[in-house]
Nanobody, 124 residues
Framework: QVQLVESGGGLVQAGGSLRLSCVVS???????MGWFRQAPGKEREFVAA?????????DYGDSVKGRFTISRDTAKNTVYLQMNSLKSEDTAVYYC?????????????????WGQGTEVTVSS
């Protein structure tokens, strides 16, 4: 049974930083791992992905490039999302995902397994 548990969310002021963690059991984080976010009334949005398929390094959504960094620790079977220079528009519930069904890692429908999410609120 695959389980993902996110943590690290909270309330932060604009310009601040947070680091989210996603502990995975039942499946190695060596496989493609993705982070997505969903704000109220909006569709789930691609944030970042890390994969051996990505020969050029991790991939990021346009809105977070240069501010967010995805990484993983295979020994701890954990994936991280370091978020810097946070903006009010980063406010959302953040989810990690695995079990990619197609090569398109930026589409949330292509992932089988999801965590419960961790809420990030950025105050301006």
């Amino acid at each position: 049974q695959v389980q993902l548990v996110e943590s690290g969310g909270g309330l932060v002021q604009a310009g601040g930083s947070l680091r989210l963690s996603c502990v995975v059991s039942g499946r190695s984080v060596a496989y493609t791992m993705g982070w997505f976010r969903q704000a109220p009334g909006k569709e789930r949005e691609f944030v970042a992905a890390i994969s051996i398929r990505l020969s050029g390094g991790p991939d990021y959504g346009d809105s977070v490039k240069g501010r967010f960094t995805i990484s993983r620790d295979t020994a701890k079977n954990t994936v991280y999302l370091q978020m810097n220079s946070l903006k009010s528009e980063d406010t959302a519930v953040y989810y990690c995902a695995t079990g990619l069904l197609t090569p398109d890692w930026s589409t949330f429908r292509n992932y089988q397994y999801w965590g419960q999410g961790t809420e990030v609120t950025v105050s301006s």
